[in-house]
Structures are given as structure tokens and as C-alpha cells.
């Protein structure tokens, strides 16, 4: 199953703090050998202050080994890490210290150059020091303290003049939020950060586009948690620019928006336009969910549908993102309950399009349920009146209702709406006219 | 060769003769002019200058030959003349030639620069001294002389007595030593004839150079050497003069003297009776005396410009061994640049007179003026011209194929030169040029070129070896250079192992740094080779994102010519990939005109109603591509027809009832054709082949369909050819069944899968979707029968008064739709108040959308559904968008509402027929927008 994991694919664009959910995901799944996993955890936190977390990892890793003792050099890296550490806790700079007392805080204003002014005449606090906050909070979050990096970049945003480095702030303060799973803030990061990537006219294309690539990967995290997350992920990965950028160097998100566009029943009229891209794009990027929607859509090959249905769960059940439990319960996996229901429906209401009469048993091989208890869904379905027909219980046969518009109906329903919109024209045109007339009248 | 051999030996005698005089005066002569020059020299001078005169005045044909040879002949001729009037004892006649005699040795004696009296003077006068005794001696003979003879002898008597006293001593000697005297008039003689015969040779070169260069190869080879060293042989006589100061002691040569000969041959460019081919001698001739490499590298740009210049008309092109010696010079150039990486060569710098005396020694930079591109520009279009002119069917044009590697090496080398000065606009340049050697040719082709470039240099081509070799001999026999360059820069071109590693390489330096032209052209090149290399996705995305249709009507005309070359190419590589509408939506545009010869600049097509003028004709020719590069043609008109006929056969039987628009006009047009024909006889052309399988595919007959389709020769020209034919007969297949089902079903109630199976060899799960895929585009009006596996056919015709009816509801929606539009264009507001029409209500509702509203949808759209007002309303969904875009022809745009199934679900190649590119010289085919959905 390993062969549809997205993870190599994914850390590429995201943040080295980011990755680590994914790894402890996949540890979790036990996809691959636990020491591949703990490696690749260590080799990860190498760039991070973390040391005391790579330590226990390495423990873990080499445990009952020969060399479990921790190697020089992290702990020596440890020390360090502390050291600037205490550094930073104890001798705070002043304008640390400022920010500390909240009376003083009151003084600041929405206007970025009476702060920095203000500051450097009042407290001698400049820019240098501003710029120190940034590197601070860096510090901070390469140590995992996500709550005070975010603290620090808001406040670094707040006072800073420096327009690249407040755009990289906010990518740390996006960062910072998923971490500390604190999603509403974290999309409103998003479209902040959103806003400042699509109004970049400055920047190359390139750098748009790598920029794009990347809010879309984080913004995997907030979509998939977020309650809105769900029309969010739409909104966002259909927005041409983003679609482009997809298609262009991130062909495996269509993973992740195809099962959000049918999981979503509401945005069901996207359906077309993303088997569009997925047909466009099915020489560079297939994963089982994708060729489901090509088989139902476009090849009308119902059978293949429902074998690609089936790897599906795996799939999804090994994606980070998808294959999430719900808190308390592991058996239930939203989104793949989720998906196959509506991917039934699918499957159903294309059936029932192209067939007059079906054998209910056929009918619930292809929709990978038993016969009862497809029989119990499909009255549900017809009871709820989503389904014009009947089933004719002796032969075991749904039979479909085909109803005609009549012609007559046809030709009245197009000419009526032509005598309003012709009304109409008239009208306007007339109206400004008799004003006119009146007006000249009047004088 | 004997005679050649003296030729040489006789100059050098007499250069020895010389060396004292020059020697006076070079130092004092050569900055100092005319008037400080001693008296000898200054008589050089003077002839020199006689010379240059002479030359200009006679037109016709220049025998070339040196000033002395040309008095010692005419002396000669008139000592023949005394000889005969001896004969007939003619005094009269005799002391008129006797005076004119004298008056020319002044002449000869002047020309052959020594006091010494010419030999064959000194013998005429012997001679006639002699027969004057005689004639005294014989007093009868004198009496009946006639008065007029003798008073000539007697005049004779006196003048001969006197003249002769000058000459006494020698006459003394001629006396005793007769034999010395004689040998030199018949040697004299003897280098005369050589003399002829050569300049008769270099006659014909400059008169006829294509017809050497189209004579065998090994005769050419031959003859080129033999010419050259004639000439060699012939400018060592006639330049000598000149030469003579460079000839004598190496260390006498000063830079001045170098720099001021090439200043006097550049000046002489293009002056009546300067040949152009002589320039280049002596010009070559002076890069071996050139005293510091600057001045080299300064010549030989001359030199190279030169060799340029030789062939002057725009039509022929240079004479092949002149392009190869260019090539060389250009390989000596980059040698010198790469030694002294001090020499920095640039045409914007102003470089003073001074500049290239800066000896190798010299430190800073060296500025010299030239232009490395432009030669390699100019070096690679007579290239191309040489192909463009040669016969294709003959050796020679093998032959000249195989001489591509040879530029591929200079262009290489200049690469990397400006690479590694800097100058990364002009490396992408000639990177450019490199890719469109390159671009056109697949694996396997790109494999031979590797294997002939890497074959050892004698096998490779004698002709360049040979060539070597002869710059081997001339530099030995002349004084050897002054300024020796090491061979440096690598002879012989390196290919990766695939076209594709070199064009990935060459295309990111162009990317980088190329301006938009050359961006654009290697672009188009890269697409060109994904195309051939069976890379359609690439290819396309390539194209789409480049936006390069966009352009193309503004970019000039041989790279149109290369877009259209390219869309066909992408046209082949979808049919090869079984993407029948993709290729249908390539080629489609470019046969829709029927000047495809043109527009892939392959041949001339005579335009009936059109004349071209000479003018337009010559620009065309010009603009033709070499027959190796050429797609071919029938190939193409073969996969255009047939992705036609593929579209358009279940396309006509869908829509029997109403004129549903054609997908293809062109193939419609040949179908009526067709059609009118009383007899039909067995096909012979591709044209016909196609017609007779849409006839077959008519009725469903896709058995027949594909043999004759089958039967076509150009399918050996495909490399995966039995993958692609089976590809084929799937689609026809496919087609036949469609084609079927539209055309039949109305005459049935029901239809089983199992006989749609056995009717069309499909299996029972392909028919079935395709089926399916119809019924759920509304093609078909029919739903499956799931327990007995049949079709059960609704019956929703319509009558014909309700035909109409909806004809006419489109009619007037199109008339609405054209009051508001005009309404909206004229107050610039839209219309308040109106029932939704176009914006976000074809949101809502697809053909997949909520089933049960697409029950009703669907009906509204049977007939074919192309009611535009309807459907678009009912079932059109996400059209909305492409309605508006494309106003200006929504009204001819029938198929868009139903037939989503020719879309392909990608919104290609839809947008409606283009405007043509101006006025009908434009060379273009706008081929449809393609947007990126």
C-alpha cells in the first residue's frame, strides 16, 4: 500500500515542524519498518532545536544497541540550546520588556512608523531590536514553544517595517497556529498570508507559484480539522491560480481535492470541472481515488468503479490527512465513511441514469452492500422521494420511472421566457426615452 | 608539375634579385611615401599603381598575369614580327617593328626592374645585324629592291650601326654563347602556357562555382587542389610585389606593414575588378604574417567576411569548399581566443588604430572588432541554403548532410567561448542555432549523427582531412607563420547520449537568457521534439503554457512556418497516441485552406487564382525547408482525414434531422465530392482510401472500413506501427457502433448487448460503456435493461412541426440575445430586471448534478440537444463561462450544447473558426485557441 502514500511527495512543501504529524501518523499505521520512521524523525529534527525529543527518539531507535548512549554532539548541541535559552528567559531586551507590561503596550498605535518612531524615542528601542524579536521568535519555534513564537511574530508583525520578513513571519505564525491545532486562527493566517502571495506583483511568477504550492500544502492541515475546512479546500484549490499551480507542480493534491469535492454534497456542480483536471492530468498523477471518478465518468465502467472503490479505503485509511480517527473512537474514520457513502451515490445515480430496470442484487454487489440492506437503502431513498421508481419485489428488480417532458411543454417553457426578456428590453429602452421626452416637456 | 616547380624556382630567383633594391627601400619607403622614396623603389611604386590601373580598365575576361610577362610577350611577339619580315625581306616593315622594338625595351627594362637589357633583345638585334650584312652583302637583291624597301635599308643601315653601339659587349657575348640565349625565350614560353591554362581554370570557378560545387565530390577535391596551389602559383608571380615585402627576411615585417596591406585589401572590397576570391588569398596569406595574435584574429575576421562574400547573389549559395575553409578559419579564430584570453572580440567597443600591435605579451585587454554570432549565423544559413539548392535525390546532398556535424563543432566551441566570457545572450544565440539542427531529428536519427561525429577523423570526411592537409602544405611552403596557434579548442563535437539530455541542456541556457524571439523559436523546437518523441502531454502543456498561439501572428514569417511545422507534428504524435480529437483539433486549421505545402514550407503550390509574382515566388523558395527535415505529407493528409472521418461520421448520422454544424468542413466538402462521382473505382490516393472507409463506416461496415484504411502504404512509416493500426481498428470499431446506433435506432424497440457484441468484435464491457456514455449525453435516447442485458429505445421523436418549433425558439433566443447585447453595448450597464440568462445559473445543474432534475433536463435536449437557448438553460452547465467568452459566434455554434463528447471534457480546440492572418501572404495557421481549463 505504500505506493499511494503521498508523504514524500508532501514534506517536500512543507515545514520541517509540519512533517513530523505526518511521521508520527504514518508510525502509527506502521505502513513502514518503525526504525525507517525513526530515522527519518531523527534526521528531521537534526535541523530543529528539539534535542531533547531527538534524543528520546534516538534512545527509542537504538534501544538495546550497543551505542544507545546519546552521541556527543547532541548533547553538546543540547547544552547550547539551553544555554541560549536561559539566555533568552533571563536577560530579556528591552524590548521584550516592553511588551511585557501591559500599560505600555497601550501606547502603541496602528501606525507603524509612529511605533518605530515612538519606540526609538521614548524607550531607544530600534529596529535592530525589532528584527532580534523575529529571531526570537525563530528560536522559540525551532524549540517547539508554538504558543510564544506565535506571541512573538505578532508582535514582530505589529511593530516590523520590514515587508519580506513580516511575509515570512506570518508563514511562521501559520506554522506556529496548526501546531498548536489552533485552526480558526490558522485560517486566518491563511487568507492573510493568501492576500499577500496574490498581490505580490513584485515577485516572479516562479516564486508565486512555489508560494501557492506551499499555503495549499499547509492549508491541508486547517481544511481537513476545520469544520468549514470542507468548502474551504474548494474554494481555495479551484480558484484558477491555485488550479493551475496544481497542475503544473502538484499533481498529487487532486487526491485531496477529489475527495473533498465528493465528500462535499453541496459542491457537487465542481464534480465536472475536477474530472476535467483529473482526465488532463491522468498521464502525471493517478492514485485509486481518481481513476474511481474517471471509470464512473468517463469511461461509464461501473464494475471498474467498484474494484477502484475498494482500494480506495486503504488509501484513504493511510493518508494522513483522510485516514484520521475520530477522538475516543478508532473505528470510525469520518472521512472514509464519508466518502464511500457518497461514492455510492454516485455510483447508484449514474446506474440508475443509464438503466431502465436492475436486478437489486446486481445492484448491491455494485454498491459493495449486501442485498437487504441495499434494498433498505434504496426504499429510504425512494420513501425520501430522491428516487422516482419502484421495486418490484418478485423478480427482485428495481424498476426505474421514465417520464417524458412532453414536446409541447418544451417548446412553451423556451418561447416563455423570450416574451419576458423581450418585455424587458422594451421597457428599458423605452423608459429613458419618455423621461427624456418629459424632461423636455417640463422645460 | 614540372613547370610549376620552375614557376616557384624562377620566383625565387628573382626575388633574390630583388631583395637588395626592396631592402634600401622598405625602411625608407614604406611610411614615408611617395616622395622621400629612393629611385628604384619609387619605381615600384609607380608600376604597382599601373598595375591597379590596368586591371580596372579591362572588363572582359582577366587573364591574370603579371605586368613583366605581359611586356616580355609583347617584345616577343615583335621580334616574331621582325623574323618574319626577314623572311620575305620586307625592310620597310622591318624598321617599323625595329622602332617599336626599341620603344618597348624601355618598357621591359623598366618592368623587369634591372639595367640589364633583355636577352631576347640583345638576339633580335644579333639577328638582324646579321641578314643587314647579308642584304649588303647581296647587291643584286638590293638593286631590284623597290625604292621604298631600299631607302628602309639604308635607314635600317644607319639606325642598327648605331643603336647597336650601346649594346656591344652583350652582343659580343650572344655571339659566342648563342646557346644561353636561346634557352630562355623557350622557357619563357613555357611558363606562358601554364600561366594560360591556369588562368583559364580560375575563369571557370569564378564564373560557374555551383557547378563545382555539384561536380562528384573526389573530382572537386582534386581539382580544388589544384586550383588553389594555381593560384598559389599566380599570386606568388603577380602579387609579388606586394608579397615581396613579406616574402623577404620574417623579422623584416613589421606590424605597420601587415596592418597597412589588409587596410589596402578591405578598401578594395566590392571596386570593380577586384575578385572576391583573391581577396580571400590574400587575405589568407597575410594571417600567416601577422605579427601578434590580435592582428591575426583581426585578419582572419577579414578573411572570413571575405570567404562570405564570395558567393554575392541572395539565390546560390557558397561554394562548399569556400564554407568549409570558413569553418576552419572560424575553428583558428576560437584556437587564438581560447590561447589569449586576453582578446576580448565585440562589435560596440571602438578599438584604436593601434589595438592589435599588442603583442601576446600584452597584459589588459585587447579589444578586436567582429561579430562571433553573426559569422556563425551567416556559416549556418549557407548551410541551410546549400541543402535548400542541392538536388535531395543525389549524393551530394548526403554527402553535405553528413558535413553537419563539422558546424556543429564550431557552434560548440563558440558556445562555450561566450559562455565562459559572459556572454550568455549570444551563447543563447548560438544555442538557438544549435537546437535547430538538432530538434527535427528522433533517437534514431540523433544516434547516426553521434556515431558519424565520433567515427575517427579519416573515416569521418576526407574532405575536411584533405582540407587540413592542405593547410599543411600551404603553411609549409610559405614562410612559416608568425604567430603559431596550438589547436585548443576541441575538433570534434560531444553528444550526450540522447537528443533529448542536449536540447534539455541547450533549452535552459536559452531560457534563461534568450531574448523573446529566440525563447519563442526554442520553444516551439522543444515542442517539435517531444512531439516526435511520442511526449503528447509535454508537448501540449508546453504549448498551452507558453501561450505561444497568442503570438504567433505577430512573430515573423519562418517561425510561423515552424508553428505550423510543429502543430503538425503534435497532430501526428495525438493520432500515434490514439487521441483522435486532440489530432483532429491540430491538423484540422491547416488543411482547412489547402496550401498545407505552403504552410510547412515544403514546395511551392501553384494558387490558381492567385499569381505571384517573381518577387513573392523567390521569397519563398528561400523560405523552404531542407527535403530532410520535411513531415510527410501524405502521412499527414492520412491522419487529418482520418480523424476527420473518425469526428465525422457519427457526427452526420447523429444529426440527420437538423444540420448540426460540421466538425470538419474540409473533410464535408471532399465527401460531397466524392459523392457526386457516378462511378466509383477502386482508391488510389489517400483521399480516396479515406472516402471509400467513410463509405464503409457509413453503414456500419467496420470491417471494411479498416482494410481499406489498412491497405495504405504510409503506415511502414510509423515506428510503432502495429500498435497504432490496432489503435485504429479499436476506433473504428468504436465508431461503427456509435455510428450505427444513431443512424438505426429508431427502427428498434430494443437492441441486445450481446449482438452489439458480436456485430462489432468489442467486448461485451466496452460496448457497454460506450453506451452508457451516450445515454448519458443525451446522444442516444435508450436506458439498459439490466436482468436481459438489452437497450430499450425510448421513442421521442418529434415531428417535424415540432422540429421547427424548436428551430425557431433558437432562432429568436439568438435575436434576444443580440437586442440585449446591443442594448448592453450601448448603455454599457446590463439589463435590470431580466430573468437570469447566462451568469450563475448554469451553475447549478449538470449531467451528473441531482438525477432527478436531469431527467428533465435531458428530454429537452433529445433531437441532439443543440438548441442553444434550450439547453443551455436546461442542461448546459459550466457553458456559461464559454458563451461569453465567445460571443461573437455563439450563433453558429450549434454542436456546443450537446456535443460535450467532442469537447472531450477538456474545453480544447473549441473556440470557433479564427481569423486569418492579414492579407493572404501571411503564412499562417491560426490553429484554435487553446485555453488552459
Not at chain 1, 492576500?195 to 508560494?211: A, H, V, Y
Not at chain 1, 480558484?239 to 465528493?262: E, M
Not at chain 2, 471532399?670 to 457509413?698: I, Y
Request: charged content about 30%; hydrophobic content about 35%; some cysteine.
Amino acid at each position: 500500500m505504500a505506493e499511494h502514500d503521498l508523504t514524500p511527495r508532501l514534506a517536500l512543501h512543507l515545514d520541517r515542524h509540519l512533517v513530523l504529524p505526518l511521521l508520527e501518523f504514518l508510525q502509527e499505521r506502521g505502513l513502514y519498518p518503525e526504525e525507517e520512521v525513526l530515522a527519518a524523525k531523527l534526521r528531521l529534527l537534526a535541523g530543529t532545536n528539539m534535542v531533547d525529543y531527538a534524543m528520546a527518539i534516538h534512545k527509542s531507535l537504538h534501544h538495546g544497541t550497543d551505542d544507545d548512549e546519546v552521541p556527543e554532539d547532541m548533547v553538546a548541541r543540547r547544552a547550547e540550546v539551553v544555554a541560549s535559552y536561559v539566555a533568552l528567559q533571563e536577560a530579556p531586551s528591552p524590548l521584550v520588556a516592553f511588551l511585557r507590561d501591559p500599560q505600555l503596550v497601550q501606547l502603541l498605535r496602528s501606525d507603524k512608523q509612529y511605533n518605530a518612531r515612538m519606540l526609538q524615542e521614548r524607550f531607544q528601542i530600534g529596529s535592530d531590536q525589532i528584527e532580534a524579536l523575529y529571531d526570537n521568535a525563530k528560536f522559540q519555534f525551532e524549540c517547539g514553544f508554538y504558543s510564544d513564537a506565535v506571541a512573538y511574530l505578532n508582535q514582530y508583525r505589529v511593530l516590523s517595517t520590514n515587508g519580506e520578513r513580516t511575509a515570512r513571519a506570518l508563514w511562521g505564525m501559520l506554522a506556529s497556529e496548526i501546531l498548536n491545532r489552533n485552526w480558526d486562527a490558522a485560517l486566518e493566517e491563511l487568507n492573510r498570508l493568501k492576500e499577500i502571495i496574490d498581490s505580490k506583483n513584485s515577485s516572479s511568477p516562479l516564486n508565486q507559484l512555489q508560494d501557492r504550492i506551499w499555503l495549499m500544502h499547509w492549508s491541508l492541515f486547517i481544511f481537513f480539522h476545520h469544520e468549514n475546512g470542507r468548502n474551504g479546500i474548494i474554494d481555495l484549490f479551484f480558484q484558477d491560480r491555485y488550479l493551475n499551480a496544481i497542475q503544473t507542480n502538484a499533481h498529487h493534491l487532486l487526491r485531496y481535492l477529489a475527495i473533498a469535492v465528493v465528500v462535499n454534497k453541496r459542491r457537487r456542480n465542481m464534480l465536472k470541472e475536477l474530472i476535467k483536471v483529473i482526465q488532463h492530468e491522468q498521464y502525471c498523477y493517478k492514485d485509486p481515488i481518481t481513476e474511481f471518478l474517471e471509470c464512473l465518468y468517463v469511461k461509464y465502467d461501473f464494475d471498474g468503479a467498484q474494484q477502484k472503490l475498494m482500494v480506495c479505503e486503504q488509501v484513504i485509511l493511510n493518508d494522513p490527512f483522510l485516514g484520521k480517527c475520530n477522538e475516543g473512537n478508532s473505528i470510525t474514520v469520518p472521512f472514509r465513511d464519508e466518502f464511500f457513502e457518497n461514492a455510492r451515490l454516485f455510483i447508484f445515480e449514474t446506474y440508475c441514469h443509464t438503466h431502465r430496470c436492475i436486478d437489486i442484487s446486481i445492484l448491491a454487489e455494485k454498491l459493495n452492500m449486501r442485498c437487504d440492506e441495499a434494498e433498505l437503502w434504496i426504499m429510504n431513498k425512494i420513501k425520501s422521494s430522491k428516487l422516482d421508481a419502484n421495486i418490484d419485489s418478485v423478480s427482485g428488480t428495481l424498476n426505474m420511472t421514465v417520464n417524458h417532458v412532453n414536446v409541447h411543454d418544451q417548446i412553451i417553457e423556451s418561447l416563455k421566457n423570450l416574451n419576458k426578456r423581450t418585455y424587458m428590453l422594451a421597457q428599458n429602452i423605452v423608459e429613458p426615452a419618455q423621461a427624456a421626452l418629459q424632461a423636455a416637456q417640463g422645460d | 608539375m614540372a613547370s610549376r616547380f620552375w614557376g616557384q624556382g624562377d620566383s625565387e630567383s628573382e626575388e633574390e634579385e630583388e631583395e637588395v633594391e626592396s631592402e634600401q627601400g622598405s625602411d625608407s619607403d614604406d611610411d614615408g611615401g611617395r616622395g622621400g622614396a629612393g629611385h628604384s623603389s619609387g619605381g615600384n611604386r609607380y608600376l604597382k599603381n599601373q598595375e591597379d590601373d590596368s586591371d580596372e580598365s579591362d572588363t572582359g575576361h582577366r587573364v591574370i598575369r603579371s605586368l613583366r610577362d605581359k611586356r616580355n610577350e609583347e617584345m616577343r611577339s615583335i621580334v616574331d614580327q621582325m623574323r618574319n619580315a626577314m623572311k620575305i625581306n620586307d625592310w620597310v616593315s622591318l624598321q617599323e617593328s625595329f622602332e617599336k622594338l626599341n620603344k618597348h625595351l624601355e618598357k621591359v627594362v623598366r618592368v623587369n626592374e634591372s639595367t640589364e637589357v633583355p636577352k631576347m633583345y640583345i638576339k633580335a638585334l644579333v639577328l638582324l645585324e646579321d641578314f643587314l650584312a647579308e642584304a649588303l652583302a647581296n647587291k643584286e637583291a638590293k638593286k631590284k629592291m623597290s625604292s621604298s624597301n631600299a631607302k628602309a635599308l639604308n635607314a635600317m643601315k644607319q639606325k642598327l650601326k648605331k643603336n647597336n653601339k650601346q649594346y656591344e659587349e652583350q652582343i659580343q657575348k650572344c655571339r659566342e654563347h648563342p646557346e644561353s640565349f636561346e634557352d630562355e625565350a623557350a622557357d619563357d614560353k613555357d611558363m606562358d602556357d601554364d600561366d594560360d591554362d591556369d588562368a583559364d581554370e580560375s575563369d571557370a570557378e569564378i564564373e560557374d562555382p555551383d557547378k563545382i560545387a555539384l561536380s562528384e565530390s573526389e573530382e572537386e577535391r582534386d581539382e580544388d587542389d589544384d586550383d588553389k596551389e594555381g593560384w598559389e602559383q599566380k599570386r606568388s608571380k603577380k602579387d609579388k610585389l606586394m608579397d615581396k615585402q613579406f616574402l623577404k627576411d620574417p623579422s623584416e615585417i613589421t606590424w605597420d606593414i601587415v596592418d597597412k596591406k589588409l587596410k589596402e585589401i578591405v578598401a578594395s572590397r566590392g571596386k570593380k575588378g577586384t575578385g572576391r576570391i583573391e581577396r580571400v588569398e590574400q587575405l589568407t596569406f597575410l594571417t600567416r604574417v601577422a605579427k601578434t595574435p590580435a592582428q591575426k584574429l583581426e585578419i582572419l575576421f577579414h578573411v572570413i567576411s571575405a570567404q562570405f562574400d564570395v558567393n554575392p547573389s541572395l539565390l546560390g549559395h557558397m561554394p562548399v569548399n569556400v564554407w568549409k575553409k570558413c569553418v576552419n578559419n572560424m575553428l583558428l579564430v576560437l584556437d587564438i581566443l581560447q590561447q589569449y584570453p586576453n582578446i576580448v572580440v565585440d562589435t560596440s567597443f571602438e578599438p584604436d588604430e593601434k589595438e592589435t600591435q599588442k603583442g601576446a605579451d600584452y597584459n589588459g585587454t585587447i579589444h578586436v572588432v567582429g561579430d562571433l554570432v553573426a559569422f556563425l549565423e551567416r556559416l549556418d544559413s549557407e548551410f541551410l541554403k546549400t541543402l535548400q539548392c542541392t538536388d535531395p535525390y543525389t549524393k551530394d546532398y548526403v554527402q553535405r548532410l553528413r558535413e553537419e556535424p563539422l558546424f556543429l563543432v564550431v557552434a560548440q566551441n563558440v558556445q562555450d567561448y561566450l559562455e565562459r566570457v559572459g556572454n550568455l545572450k549570444a551563447a543563447a544565440k548560438v544555442a538557438l542555432r544549435r537546437v535547430e539542427l538538432v530538434y527535427y531529428k528522433p533517437q534514431e536519427v540523433y544516434d547516426a549523427m553521434r556515431k558519424l561525429a565520433e567515427q575517427p577523423e579519416d573515416t569521418l570526411d576526407d574532405d575536411a582531412e584533405a582540407g587540413d592537409e592542405h593547410q599543411a602544405i600551404d603553411d609549409n611552403r610559405g614562410p612559416s607563420p608568425f604567430v603559431v596557434i596550438p589547436e585548443v579548442v576541441p575538433r570534434k563535437p560531444t553528444f550526450p547520449e540522447s537528443g533529448r539530455t542536449l536540447m534539455d541542456g541547450l533549452m535552459s541556457l536559452i531560457y534563461k537568457y534568450g531574448d523573446e524571439r529566440t525563447k519563442a523559436r526554442a520553444m516551439l523546437c522543444d515542442i517539435y521534439h517531444h512531439a516526435i518523441s511520442d511526449e503528447f502531454s509535454v508537448a501540449r502543456d508546453l504549448l498551452l503554457m507558453s501561450h505561444l498561439q497568442d503570438g504567433v501572428q505577430l512573430m515573423d514569417i519562418s517561425s510561423q512556418i515552424l508553428f505550423n511545422r510543429v502543430m503538425a507534428q503534435l497532430g501526428l504524435c495525438a493520432f500515434r497516441a490514439g487521441l483522435i480529437n486532440e489530432a483532429h483539433g491540430c491538423l484540422t486549421e491547416l488543411y482547412s485552406t489547402g496550401r498545407v505545402k505552403e504552410l510547412l514550407a515544403q514546395g511551392v503550390q501553384q494558387s490558381r487564382y492567385h499569381e505571384k509574382t517573381p518577387e513573392q515566388e523567390r521569397l519563398e523558395r528561400r523560405r523552404q525547408m531542407p527535403y530532410h527535415m520535411h513531415i510527410n505529407l501524405e502521412l499527414l493528409e492520412a491522419t487529418h482525414l482520418i480523424c476527420a472521418m473518425l469526428i465525422e461520421v457519427p457526427n452526420m448520422a447523429a444529426s440527420t434531422y437538423d444540420k448540426r454544424r460540421p466538425m470538419s468542413k474540409t473533410f464535408r466538402r471532399l465527401l460531397e465530392v466524392s459523392e457526386r462521382q457516378t462511378f466509383v473505382g477502386p482508391p488510389e490516393n489517400v483521399r480516396d482510401h479515406v472516402m471509400a472507409a467513410t463509405r464503409a463506416l457509413n453503414k456500419g461496415d467496420h470491417q471494411k472500413a479498416f482494410s481499406v484504411i489498412n491497405s495504405l502504404e504510409i503506415w511502414k512509416l510509423l515506428r510503432n506501427r502495429d500498435h497504432v493500426l490496432e489503435m485504429l481498428k479499436l476506433k473504428i470499431k468504436e465508431e461503427a457502433l456509435r455510428t450505427y446506433l444513431f443512424s438505426y435506432s429508431s427502427c428498434y424497440e430494443s437492441l441486445s448487448l450481446n449482438q452489439l457484441t458480436t456485430m462489432f468484435d468489442l467486448s461485451e464491457q466496452h460496448a457497454h460503456s460506450i453506451v452508457s456514455k451516450m445515454m448519458m449525453h443525451e446522444e442516444l435516447h435508450a436506458s439498459w435493461d439490466q436482468p436481459t442485458k438489452c437497450i430499450v429505445f425510448h421513442s421521442v421523436d418529434q415531428t417535424r412541426l415540432q422540429g421547427l418549433l424548436f428551430q425557431m425558439a433558437d432562432k429568436l433566443s439568438v435575436l434576444v440575445e443580440g437586442n440585449e447585447r446591443a442594448y448592453e453595448a450601448r448603455t454599457g450597464g446590463t439589463l435590470e430586471g431580466v430573468p437570469p440568462r447566462r451568469r450563475g445559473e448554469g451553475q447549478d445543474s449538470s449531467n451528473m448534478g441531482k438525477w432527478q432534475e436531469n431527467f428533465v433536463s435531458s428530454q429537452g435536449r433529445q433531437g441532439g440537444g443543440n438548441r442553444f437557448g434550450y439547453s443551455g438553460r436546461g442542461g448546459g452547465s459550466g457553458q456559461s463561462g464559454g458563451h461569453q467568452r465567445d460571443r461573437g459566434n455563439q450563433g453558429s455554434r450549434g454542436g456546443y450544447g450537446g456535443g460535450s463528447r467532442f469537447q472531450d471534457g477538456r474545453g480544447r480546440n473549441q473556440s470557433g473558426s479564427s481569423a486569418r492572418g492579414g492579407d493572404g501572404g501571411a503564412r499562417m495557421v491560426n490553429l484554435n485557441r487553446v485555453g488552459r481549463v
